[in-house]
């Protein structure tokens, strides 16, 4: 019994204690880019900005590969490394499985730069690479404090460095950027057509429970005749109810086609660190 | 009155069935979690195995520089050949074994001090620094010194995962009954300078 209550007191202290050298949540991460350049310290100019947002959009359209640009002001007491390999863990660019993301950071205050790499990507984008980009195409152009020129040949080396065969702007398809399609014509035959049948019963009920859930919600709230009001306009393929996060793979598209939604993409610490 | 006979019974067998799958579900748990652990670990020797891999030719590029001092890259290779006779078998498994654990994360940590040491010392030869050579071999140490700390913070994440489910309710009533199979799993302690990957400057 004493045995026991040590484990129980172990396990308790544990949770609280052994946080220590914990990976998650020392510090706050920015929230996701919805863009493939975020400039937070306004560094750039608007043309620079659009012009490497664009060409980096249609990389990821010609490629599959995320590649992300993103300015900051200082990491504060958090050594560089901690800060943009968590932030970069904890973003997901690159695709889910492939993990083929790559995020240019630049900070301003603290005059460094560093290149996160994707573990997808370790192999075409070396630290060696990295580390040569940083020195010659960025680090150059930041001491002649030419952030634009920094930003643009420092994001267009990444790129051939990645794809040597990738010549900008108008990208041959890639084929293995086609998505398979979810249900295969041999499934559904074998599944059979009454399968299919059930599943729709089945969906439908499914709508009609929560569509009831959230009338009872609504007359809750507003009473009676202002939720009938509101359910008019509820369809049962309505979907309004729950908002979809970016982050973590497979978004069906949640906003509009220019922004950038990171896919799932994992990172292990890849890259290289410069300072001007 | 004769039909309650089989509820007692009936309840017996009903609360060894819950009592069952109860273990059942905790017991599975555990071992998702010790296989996040093992798959971590994996990745955590991959790292040391890059840095090891990058040694010898470090040590031929600095030997090649005019009278480098020899006790820095010996230092080097002998951090090296100790972390090389802990066996495969042990380092795989030592995440069951606090001591082979300890045993293996002191070897490595002395590597990378060897290293350090090393990389401090060629400050001092300006010609050597400037080759291209050691330029691309310096970043691919630091990218790997980067990730080592990196793979570090996230298998200690995943043991920390697993000891809080093991040792928290319900588990902690019978994750010892199977052997060593569910023991604690040890930490990387932090070391000093170790969290954070060696400065670089590119000013010239």
Do not use: C
């Amino acid at each position: 019994m004493v045995r026991l209550r040590l484990h129980l007191v172990a396990g308790i202290v544990l949770a609280f204690a052994v946080r220590g050298p914990a990976f998650a949540a020392d510090f706050t991460v920015p929230p996701v880019p919805t863009h493939y350049v975020t400039d937070n310290a306004g560094a750039l100019s608007s043309a620079t900005q659009t012009s490497v947002d664009a060409e980096l959009k249609a990389y990821e359209k010609a490629t599959g590969h995320q590649v992300i640009v993103w300015i900051g002001d200082t990491t504060g007491a958090v050594p560089l490394e901690t800060w943009t390999g968590d932030t970069a863990h904890q973003w997901h660019v690159g695709r889910r499985g492939k993990d083929d993301g790559a995020i240019l950071f630049l900070f301003m205050h603290d005059h460094k730069v560093r290149i996160e790499v994707g573990y997808g990507l370790e192999g075409s984008l070396t630290d060696a690479d990295s580390s040569r980009i940083i020195r010659d195409d960025i680090v150059p152009r930041m001491k002649a404090n030419d952030p634009n020129g920094a930003v643009s040949s420092g994001v267009a080396a990444m790129l051939t460095t990645i794809t040597p065969s990738y010549a900008g702007v108008t990208p041959p398809p890639a084929a293995e950027n086609v998505a398979p399609p979810i249900v295969s014509g041999a499934v559904i035959s074998m599944f059979g057509l009454f399968g299919v049948f059930m599943l729709f019963i089945a969906f439908v009920i499914v709508m009609r429970i929560i569509g009831s859930i959230r009338y009872g919600y609504l007359v809750m709230r507003k009473g009676a005749p202002a939720a009938k009001k509101e359910m008019k306009g509820f369809a049962f393929w309505d979907s309004s109810g729950g908002g979809s996060s970016s982050s973590g793979g497979s978004d069906f598209s949640s906003s509009s086609d220019d922004d950038f939604s990171s896919g799932g993409g994992d990172f292990g610490g890849g890259g290289a660190s410069g300072s001007w | 009155m004769q039909q309650r006979s089989w509820i007692g019974p009936v309840a017996v067998i009903g609360i060894v069935v819950v009592i069952a799958l109860f273990v059942g579900s905790a017991y599975n748990s555990l071992v998702t979690l010790g296989q996040a652990v093992d798959a971590q670990w994996g990745q955590v020797e991959n790292v040391y195995q890059r840095r090891a891999d990058l040694i010898p030719n470090l040590v031929a590029t600095v030997k090649g520089a005019a009278n480098f001092e020899s006790s820095t890259y010996e230092a080097v290779a002998k951090a090296r050949a100790s972390v090389g006779q802990i066996s495969p078998a042990v380092v795989q498994n030592a995440v069951n074994n606090p001591q082979d654990f300890a045993k293996y994360a002191a070897a490595q940590d002395q590597l990378g001090s060897a290293l350090s040491r090393l990389l401090a010392v060629v400050e001092n030869y300006p010609q050597l620094k400037a080759t291209e050579n050691f330029q691309t071999l310096q970043a691919q140490l630091e990218g790997t010194e980067n990730r080592i700390a990196f793979e570090r913070r996230k298998y200690n994440d995943v043991a920390q995962a697993f000891n809080t489910r093991r040792d928290t309710i319900p588990t902690v009533f019978f994750a010892g009954l199977f052997g060593s199979k569910f023991n604690e799993k040890p930490y990387f302690k932090a070391q000093a300078g170790a969290e954070q990957a060696p400065a670089v400057n590119f000013s010239p």
